[in-house]
């Protein structure tokens, strides 16, 4: 199953919340706050990796989430920071962001009531840390039902949708990452709060949570050529004979329901990329067959390699196919028609191909490469050719 585009949900990490302690020893049990800070949470990275082919993986698994920072402990005791989550997709991933990132207000701080250090160290259950198992964390949760009307409710607001998507990213590069969702920060521990004035704080910091947001992932396949004709010109055949790839052939339009993308080895151990997309229609920039849906992947192609049924198989006029097929691109994106390309006329072992070849040349006036994708007459002029289009 091929998969070009994809929507997901990215979160990433939140971080840490600060910890409540005081220093209870042998001998000294009035001692001063060792609440620790919590950790910062995992971002989410994206990768683009030259060893996949497409976002299938993502289709199955459309929701995407770091670790969250550990809390802070006693002792001074920092919280782990949450690990990095690294996602691969394809070379040629663009990135559309879909809706605003949840990123909060920043730090939000619990104040408790007013309490006196006698009442404090009377009630050692509300010290400690504060998220722990037992009374401690009882005494929390009573603590921060209890807190005053300045403290914020840390609960994340849902993603808002944009108006329009966003590009926010386009890995063309093996290794190449981008932060797609931030890890939140962690919060202090009340020992950051502690002063010559304030010697037993009970303030401390919730983490910040992490960034979430809705994405869409596009494919557009990188390639040296592409191959661009109506269904059942000859494009796979083609692809098959100057490629090491292997795509499904047939007698009957639409054989081709994904694109392929093979390897041309040249001398000096040079190669190139040859893509192959679904035949287009009439009204394929519309959203008519299955052109609209893989248009794109020829937008990053440096050459197009125009190919027209010259025999005319299943009764049509190679000369209306050619200003169709420019129509079609034109209207799709004006900027495909300044890529060099190349017009092949194939099938020309037919008889009434050599016919159709004068006619065309009378109507079009562009030069044309005559091959026989079938039985490999004309292939490695074409490679040639090819080769000296390539910038």
């Known amino acids: 199953m091929f998969v070009d585009k994809v929507r997901i949900r990215a979160k990433a990490g939140n971080g840490g919340n600060g910890c409540v302690a005081f220093r209870r020893e042998q001998f000294e049990d009035s001692g001063g706050p060792s609440g620790g800070s919590g950790g910062a949470g995992g971002d989410i990275i994206l990768i683009a990796d030259k060893n996949i082919t497409d976002l ?59 309490a006196t250090e006698e009442e404090d160290f009377k009630n050692p259950s509300m010290l400690g840390i ?46 190449q990452q981008y932060v797609l969702a931030s890890g939140g920060g962690g919060g202090r521990g009340n020992t950051a709060f502690k002063s010559s004035s304030h010697q037993t704080p009970r303030e401390f910091e919730y983490g910040e949570p992490g960034e979430e947001l809705h994405v869409e992932m596009e494919l557009k396949t990188l390639a040296d050529i592409g191959l661009v004709g109506f269904p059942n010109a000859g494009k796979s055949t083609l692809l098959s004979k100057l490629t090491r790839a292997h795509p499904k052939i047939a007698a009957y339009p639409f054989t081709t329901l994904t694109p392929n993308v093979g390897l041309v ?25 299955l052109g609209y849906d893989f248009l794109r992947h020829i937008e990053r192609c440096r050459v197009l390699l125009i190919l027209i049924d010259m ?24 900027e495909l028609l300044q890529k060099p390309r190349i017009v092949v006329a194939n099938k020309m072992d037919l008889p009434v191909a050599k016919k159709n070849l004068a006619a065309f040349k009378r109507k079009r006036k562009v ?10 007459t004309g292939l490695p002029k074409l490679l040639l050719a090819l080769r000296k289009a390539l910038p």
């Open 130 to 175: 504060p998220y722990r198992t037992g009374r401690a964390k009882q005494a929390l949760a009573a603590a921060e039902a209890a807190a005053d009307a300045e403290s914020i409710a840390t609960t994340p607001e849902a993603p808002v949708d944009l108006p329009e998507r966003e590009l926010v990213a386009d890995l063309v590069e093996d290794g």
């Open 265 to 289: 080895d040249l001398p000096n151990y040079t190669r190139m990329t040859m893509a192959d997309i679904p035949g287009l229609i009439d009204g394929a920039h519309t959203g008519r067959g």
């Open 311 to 334: 025999a005319g198989v299943d009764a049509r006029k190679p000369w209306d196919d050619y200003k169709q097929l420019l129509d079609e691109l034109k209207l799709y994106n004006k």
């Open 367 to 376: 030069p044309v490469f005559n091959i026989s994708a079938g039985d490999g």
């Open 56 to 114: 299938s993986d993502y289709h199955f698994s459309p929701r995407l989430v770091a670790d969250s920072g550990g809390h802070g402990q006693g002792k001074d005791c920092s919280g782990r920071s949450g690990k990095n989550k690294f996602f691969k997709v394809p070379i040629g991933t663009q990135v559309y962001r879909l809706s605003k990132p949840t990123r909060q207000l920043g730090y939000q701080r619990y104040r408790p009531a007013a």
